[in-house]
């Protein structure tokens, strides 16, 4: 096919070239043109065509290289994204750490989650805050939402602390809003069980579950739980209610410990040093 058309473009350049010496070959002339016009135009459409799918081609590269840069811009935004994000979280979190620290009266210290103790009856975490700190077996541990537990074994730089909803943890605690008594059991990541609340106790899913403050552990009205189910037996003389905690012990990532345990143990050594001769 390609000789085909080199040969009709040689022959009618040569019929071009002998129509060129006047007007005497005027049908050569014509004859030339007749012959050379659709050669022209397909080689003219030919040539347009090359280079459209050229541009094209060019624009495909182009393209695709702004789509690169374009994808990477995008990946670094959205890091930063990331980044910002989780700095306004952290910043959230930190406000309601310094906002629950500057309310509370009691003195404590900021302790750090550095481990867990994934046991059932015995659910503990382990914070970087020892007896260098003045941290003693018996301090509560608490965050801005409630109660965290309390601290069962101390080395000098570490405390680990029996979290209140270990199976193996028992509060006192009521009700807020009648001040009715019972025990609040740990039952693991099922929250807690409020046990030896009368049956005429008038008790609603939603109601706010609070320390009742016996026995000196625990200061009263720190929060514990919200009722999220009530159960009356035929038999027996209890309800059956259990609570949703007002902590989230799946992510614990700091506690604040009372202090008062501290300072308390303290002035009592300090009166007896003082009533000795």
Do not use: H
């Amino acid at each position: 096919m390609m000789k085909v058309v080199l040969l009709l473009i040689l022959v009618a350049c040569l019929v071009l070239f002998a129509a060129s010496f006047g007007g005497r070959f005027g049908l050569f002339r014509q004859l030339a043109l007749e012959t050379l016009g659709p050669v022209q135009s397909l080689f003219t459409g030919t040539t347009d065509s090359v280079a459209k799918i050229w541009d094209d081609y060019i624009s495909l590269w182009e393209i695709r290289d702004e789509n690169k840069q374009l994808r990477a811009m995008l990946d670094q935004y959205s890091n930063k994204l990331n980044e910002y994000t989780e700095a306004y979280f952290t910043y959230l979190a930190l406000t309601k750490k310094l906002n629950f620290k500057e309310k509370e009266p009691f003195p404590s210290i900021t302790a750090k989650v550095v481990g867990k103790d994934p046991s059932y009856w015995f659910q503990t975490i382990i914070v970087d805050r020892g007896e260098n700190d003045g941290v003693i077996k018996g301090m509560v541990a608490r965050n801005e939402d409630g109660v965290v537990g309390q601290v069962i074994q101390v080395s000098p730089n570490y405390a680990k602390i029996l979290l209140a909803n270990a199976p193996s943890s028992a509060i006192d605690a009521m009700i807020q809003k009648n001040r009715e008594r019972g025990i609040l059991k740990g039952a693991g990541k099922d929250g807690f069980v409020l046990n030896y609340v009368l049956k005429k106790a008038d008790v609603m899913e939603g109601d706010q579950i609070v320390t009742a403050g016996i026995g000196g552990v625990f200061p009263p009205g720190v929060p514990l739980g919200t009722v999220s189910s009530v159960r009356k037996k035929q038999r027996g003389m209890f309800q059956e209610i259990e609570v949703q905690p007002a902590v989230d012990f799946q992510r614990l990532e700091t506690v604040f410990i009372n202090l008062t345990e501290k300072l308390v143990w303290e002035a009592e050594m300090t009166s007896d040093d003082g009533d000795n001769p």
